[in-house]
Protein backbone atom coordinates (compact mmCIF):
# COMPACT_ATOMS: atom_id res chain seq x y z
CA UNK A 1 0.00 0.00 0.00
CA UNK A 2 1.12 3.31 -1.15
CA UNK A 3 1.81 6.21 1.81
CA UNK A 4 2.68 9.79 1.52
CA UNK A 5 3.98 11.75 4.49
CA UNK A 6 4.24 15.13 4.66
CA UNK A 7 6.63 17.38 6.75
CA UNK A 8 8.19 20.76 6.95
CA UNK A 9 4.90 22.34 8.04
CA UNK A 10 4.88 25.47 11.14
CA UNK A 11 4.45 28.99 12.01
CA UNK A 12 6.24 31.56 10.62
CA UNK A 13 6.12 35.28 9.93
CA UNK A 14 5.18 37.02 6.82
CA UNK A 15 7.83 37.20 4.19
CA UNK A 16 9.64 34.38 5.44
CA UNK A 17 10.19 30.70 3.47
CA UNK A 18 9.25 27.28 4.54
CA UNK A 19 9.82 24.25 2.94
CA UNK A 20 7.79 20.88 2.52
CA UNK A 21 8.50 17.45 1.92
CA UNK A 22 6.04 14.76 0.46
CA UNK A 23 8.07 11.06 0.76
CA UNK A 24 6.30 8.03 -0.93
CA UNK A 25 6.47 4.68 0.50
CA UNK A 26 5.27 1.30 -0.44
CA UNK A 27 6.69 -1.12 -3.00
CA UNK A 28 3.94 -0.29 -5.39
CA UNK A 29 4.75 2.74 -5.79
CA UNK A 30 4.36 3.88 -9.37
CA UNK A 31 3.43 8.18 -10.39
CA UNK A 32 2.83 10.23 -13.35
CA UNK A 33 2.71 13.17 -11.25
CA UNK A 34 3.05 14.63 -7.71
CA UNK A 35 0.87 17.69 -6.49
CA UNK A 36 0.63 19.97 -3.81
CA UNK A 37 -2.98 21.66 -2.58
CA UNK A 38 -3.90 23.72 0.20
CA UNK A 39 -7.12 24.21 2.34
CA UNK A 40 -7.47 27.07 4.41
CA UNK A 41 -9.60 27.83 7.44
CA UNK A 42 -13.20 27.87 5.67
CA UNK A 43 -12.62 27.35 2.46
CA UNK A 44 -11.89 24.41 -0.24
CA UNK A 45 -9.21 22.75 -1.18
CA UNK A 46 -7.50 24.55 -3.84
CA UNK A 47 -4.19 23.32 -5.88
CA UNK A 48 -1.17 24.98 -5.46
CA UNK A 49 1.35 23.28 -7.79
CA UNK A 50 2.06 19.92 -9.77
CA UNK A 51 5.28 17.79 -11.31
CA UNK A 52 5.91 15.31 -13.43
CA UNK A 53 7.48 12.58 -11.96
CA UNK A 54 9.43 11.45 -15.73
CA UNK A 55 10.27 15.60 -16.81
CA UNK A 56 10.73 18.91 -15.65
CA UNK A 57 7.15 19.67 -16.36
CA UNK A 58 5.81 22.09 -13.47
CA UNK A 59 2.49 24.01 -12.99
CA UNK A 60 1.45 26.60 -10.46
CA UNK A 61 -1.64 28.72 -9.46
CA UNK A 62 -1.32 32.18 -10.15
CA UNK A 63 -1.39 32.81 -6.46
CA UNK A 64 2.11 31.46 -5.90
CA UNK A 65 3.81 31.45 -8.81
CA UNK A 66 6.75 32.75 -8.63
CA UNK A 67 6.88 32.59 -4.68
CA UNK A 68 7.11 28.58 -4.57
CA UNK A 69 8.92 25.81 -6.27
CA UNK A 70 8.07 22.60 -6.92
CA UNK A 71 11.03 19.58 -7.39
CA UNK A 72 11.37 15.86 -6.69
CA UNK A 73 13.65 13.21 -6.15
CA UNK A 74 12.96 10.91 -7.73
CA UNK A 75 15.92 8.20 -6.01
CA UNK A 76 14.14 9.14 -2.34
CA UNK A 77 10.37 9.34 -3.41
CA UNK A 78 10.02 12.55 -2.11
CA UNK A 79 8.58 15.66 -3.44
CA UNK A 80 9.54 19.10 -2.15
CA UNK A 81 7.53 22.31 -1.81
CA UNK A 82 9.61 25.38 -1.76
CA UNK A 83 7.84 28.36 -0.49
CA UNK A 84 9.58 31.56 -0.31
CA UNK A 85 7.94 35.18 0.36
CA UNK A 86 5.13 33.87 2.21
CA UNK A 87 2.33 35.79 3.05
CA UNK A 88 -1.03 35.49 5.36
CA UNK A 89 -3.15 34.18 2.74
CA UNK A 90 -0.71 30.94 2.57
CA UNK A 91 -1.52 29.57 6.01
CA UNK A 92 -3.50 26.38 5.44
CA UNK A 93 -3.04 22.85 5.58
CA UNK A 94 -0.67 21.58 3.24
CA UNK A 95 -1.49 18.23 1.26
CA UNK A 96 0.36 16.43 -1.18
CA UNK A 97 -1.25 13.60 -3.52
CA UNK A 98 -0.17 11.30 -6.12
CA UNK A 99 -1.56 10.55 -9.67
CA UNK A 100 -1.16 7.50 -11.81
CA UNK A 101 -2.59 8.85 -15.04
CA UNK A 102 -0.43 10.19 -18.43
CA UNK A 103 -2.12 12.95 -18.31
CA UNK A 104 -1.47 16.07 -15.90
CA UNK A 105 -4.87 17.32 -13.91
CA UNK A 106 -5.18 20.36 -11.26
CA UNK A 107 -8.69 18.56 -9.92
CA UNK A 108 -8.73 16.87 -6.12
CA UNK A 109 -10.87 14.08 -7.56
CA UNK A 110 -7.92 12.89 -10.19
CA UNK A 111 -5.64 12.14 -7.57
CA UNK A 112 -5.24 8.35 -6.08
CA UNK A 113 -3.26 8.86 -3.14
CA UNK A 114 -3.41 11.55 -0.38
CA UNK A 115 -0.87 12.26 2.34
CA UNK A 116 -2.18 13.30 6.08
CA UNK A 117 -1.32 17.17 5.27
CA UNK A 118 0.88 19.60 7.29
CA UNK A 119 -0.15 22.51 8.87
CA UNK A 120 1.77 26.05 7.41
CA UNK A 121 0.53 29.09 9.80
CA UNK A 122 2.22 32.72 8.70
CA UNK A 123 1.71 35.38 11.37
CA UNK A 124 1.46 38.95 9.49
Known amino acids: QVQLVESGGGLVQTGDSLRLSCAAS????????MAWFRQAPGKEREFVSLIAWRNDNTYYADSVQGRFTISRDNAKNTVYLQMDSLKPEDTAVYYC?????????????????WGQGTQDTVSS
Open 26 to 33: GRSFSTSF
Open 97 to 113: AARRAFVSSRQMKDYET
